[in-house]
């Protein structure tokens, strides 16, 4: 069954540095979705991506967050200044189309900032 | 504003006992509900959903739209049903998924 690639596993980094958590998609999923998850808090949407613009996006989702899909392939959510806070399981989902269309997560991208 | 509330954060059971997860829910309009799944050092997948009335794992869940509600249930506990379980709405025009906060299930042998 496809998967919904993440890279690294883990990524550890000095506050104030950038980041570039990556995803690969299901190939023929159209919608891509990235979360995060902060150690013993719940799930939380950052922000949804459709034909190469962001549908929608959380108040989490400021402006030290960009996404994008560089290639065609690869959808990354880029964190330009680190802070502590954004210490957290990023997860990456994608979805074929809208509806009640499933949404298939990656493993997650642990991120420890120093 | 949608919102979704499992108030239980740890469910303990002894093996082959009933299970209830709950989840309670706050709409406007006709919801649309899944349950995820997340057992030990594996991603998050879809478990359930509403609108399919199926049973997986033996698992099932009722939407109640009197109470509100969308309680995930088993009649018999098994081991490896230990998990993370959330109920999720999609909400809006992007199907971007609201968690709530989650119930761990242990399965006691």
């Known amino acids: 069954e496809p998967e919904v690639t993440q890279t690294p596993s883990h990524q550890v980094t000095q506050m104030g540095q950038e980041v570039i958590l990556r995803c690969v998609p299901i190939s023929n999923h159209l919608y891509f979705y990235w979360y995060r998850q902060i150690l013993g808090q719940k799930v939380e949407f950052l922000v949804s991506?459709?034909?190469?613009?962001?549908?929608?996006k959380s108040e989490i989702f400021d402006d030290q967050f960009s996404v994008e899909r560089p290639d065609g392939s690869n959808f990354t959510l880029k964190i330009r200044s680190t802070k502590l806070e954004d210490s957290a399981m990023y997860f990456c989902?994608?979805?074929?189309?809208?509806?009640?269309?499933?949404?298939?997560f990656g493993a997650g991208t642990r991120l420890s900032v120093l | 504003a949608q919102r979704v509330t499992q108030p239980e954060k740890l469910l303990s059971v002894f093996k082959g006992a009933p299970v209830e997860l709950k989840c309670n829910y706050s709409y406007s309009g006709s919801p649309e509900l899944f349950w995820y799944v997340q057992y030990s050092r594996q991603r998050l997948q879809l478990l359930l959903r509403?609108?399919s009335r199926e049973s997986i794992k033996g698992f099932t869940a009722d939407l109640n739209k009197g109470e509100t509600s969308f309680h995930l249930k088993k009649p018999f506990a098994q081991e490896e049903d230990s998990a993370m379980y959330y109920c999720?709405?999609?909400?809006?025009?992007?199907?971007?998924?609201?968690f709530g906060a989650g119930t761990i299930l242990r399965v006691k042998s």
């Open positions: 991506f459709y034909n190469n613009e962001i549908s929608e």
């Open positions: 509403h609108i």
């Open positions: 999720a709405p999609p909400k809006g025009d992007g199907n971007k998924l609201v």
């Open positions: 989902a994608t979805q074929r189309g809208l509806g009640l269309n499933i949404q298939y």
